[in-house]
């Protein structure tokens, strides 16, 4: 059963800081590596997604950076906001299988004032 | 609007009673999952659907049912609720095209307690 493991589990950030999450996967098939944003009371969005053959995305003040020998990839918010209180999901696509993706167990960040 | 509804947004139940939360996507989408949510366990698939009669096992399918009659409607039944199902359901769907697949669109969530 491939595994997907996030750190850190909860995360304070002043407002104006940088937020850092990392997640690192196992074996994968060769698909997008997404990362999903929640609110509380809703379902997980889409928010961000890289390719494996790239070593970084950028939209606006969210980045996802990826280290294929390492099997590792990131996500940093820039210049963080109150409003990026979230918690966040990393996933990562299944080898062999056709059931799509498996999410890390979650962050879940606050940005302070 | 294209989206994924759930129902019901909410459910107490007792033990052994059983239960059906609904899903429904209008977006014509093949693929369908459910996952429950547990603090500190993330996102768990339960069971997927590649398309109308095709589903398949996720990672904890133990105590769950599903079926895929039709395409836009993917019920997740509990023939006999115990307390460790009490959890935060959510269905997703999302379509097969290539370079795409990723993208997985989640309904609001069904809060279920099994007392």
């Known amino acids: 059963q491939q595994q997907v493991k996030q750190s850190p589990q909860s995360l304070i950030v002043q407002k104006g800081g940088i937020s850092i999450i990392n997640c690192a996967y196992e074996n994968t098939a060769f698909d997008y590596f997404p990362w999903y944003q929640q609110f509380p009371g809703k379902g997980p969005a889409l928010l961000i997604a890289?390719?494996?053959?790239?070593s970084e995305k950028k939209e606006g003040r969210f980045t996802i950076s990826f280290n294929k020998s390492a099997k590792q990839f990131s996500l940093h918010i820039m210049d963080s906001q109150p409003g990026d209180s979230a918690t966040y999901f990393c996933a990562a696509p299944r080898a062999g299988t056709a059931s799509k993706l498996t999410f890390g167990t979650g962050t879940r960040l606050q940005v302070t004032l | 609007e294209a989206q994924v509804t759930q129902n019901p947004r909410y459910l107490i139940t007792v033990t052994g009673k059983k239960l059906t939360v609904t899903c429904s996507q209008n977006m014509n989408h093949e693929y369908m999952s459910w996952y429950r949510q547990d603090p500190g366990l993330g996102l768990r698939q339960i069971y997927y659907s590649m398309n109308v009669e095709v589903t398949d096992k996720g990672d904890v399918p133990e105590g769950y049912k599903v079926s895929r009659k039709e395409k836009r409607n993917f019920p997740l039944i509990l023939e006999s609720p115990s307390p460790n199902q009490t959890s935060l359901y959510f269905c997703?769907?999302?379509?097969?095209?290539?370079?795409?697949?990723?993208?997985?669109?989640f309904g609001p969530g069904t809060r279920l307690t099994v007392t």
């Open positions: 997703a769907s999302s379509t097969r095209a290539s370079g795409s697949s990723y993208e997985q669109y």
């Open positions: 890289i390719r494996p053959d790239v």
